[in-house]
């Protein structure tokens, strides 16, 4: 299994930005589609984005594109996510996920998840 842990969230004024970061560890990364999830209080977990195991393609929620951009490094067994034009509708914490082995980007995309990390919050204020 997949060891995954999540930094970069925070404090944000709106319309600013911030860069998460999922380290990965246990198994090799590139074996993975991965993606990124998250929940506001009160509300389910929602997709956000998600990466094919080489990062040639990239799904996102509606809610979310053209504003966030999900990248990878195998080398260096990590994902980011790039949230950008941050609106207080983001505030959430944010969970990484890797899928099965060998999974695929859209299968990840509708939660078919083998490990997730702990979480990150992020909060957006108005």
């Known amino acids: 299994q997949v060891q995954l842990v999540e930094s970069g969230g925070g404090l944000v004024q709106a319309g600013g930005s911030l860069r998460l970061s999922c380290a990965a560890s246990?198994?090799?990364?590139?074996?993975?589609?991965m993606g990124w999830f998250r929940q506001a209080p009160g509300k389910e977990r929602d997709f956000v984005a998600s990466?094919?195991?080489?990062?040639?393609?990239?799904y996102y929620a509606d809610s979310v594109k053209g504003r966030f951009t999900i990248s990878r490094d195998n080398a260096e067994n990590t994902i980011y996510l790039q949230m950008n034009s941050l609106n207080p509708e983001d505030t959430a914490v944010y969970y990484c996920a890797a899928s099965q082995p060998s999974g695929d980007a859209w299968s990840t995309s509708l939660g078919n998840v083998g490990s997730w990390g702990q979480g990150t919050q992020v909060t957006v204020s108005s």
């Open positions: 990466i094919s195991r080489d990062g040639g393609n990239a």
């Open positions: 246990g198994r090799t990364l590139s074996n993975y589609a």
